[in-house]
């Protein structure tokens, strides 16, 4: 059974930083590229970043580029999402996400399963 749980989320101040974890089962993260999207209240869900299993490639949205950092253990089944630098904007719920075909990695229609997501809120 696929499933992808993210945790890590949290209240954290502007200039601040938070780890998100997205722990996966049922399949290989060998195999699999995984993407983070956000979703802020009355916003379109929107690709954050990707890792692609192939060759570790990563790809980031301009908003976050230079902030966040994506990574992942194979051997703990886990990708992560490092953000620095927080700002009220990134404010959303943040989801992890199985790409299965495709190769635009900021097209939702990429990916096959989601975890339940992970609230991240940036204020003072």
């Known amino acids: 059974q696929v499933q992808l749980v993210e945790s890590g989320g949290g209240l954290v101040h502007p200039g601040g930083s938070l780890r998100l974890s997205c722990v996966v089962s049922g399949f290989s993260l060998r195999w699999y590229a ?36 994506i990574s992942r253990d194979n051997a703990k089944n886990t990708v992560y999402l490092q953000m620095d630098s927080l700002r009220p904007e990134d404010s959303a719920v943040y989801f992890c996400a199985r790409m299965a075909r495709g190769t635009t990695w900021w097209n939702q229609d990429s990916y096959d399963y989601w975890g339940q997501g992970t609230q991240v809120t940036v204020s003072s």
């Open 34 to 69: 995984i993407g983070w999207f956000r979703q802020a209240p009355g916003k379109e869900r929107e690709g954050v970043s990707c890792m692609s299993s192939v060759d570790g490639k990563t790809y980031y949205a301009d908003s976050v580029k230079g902030r966040f950092t």
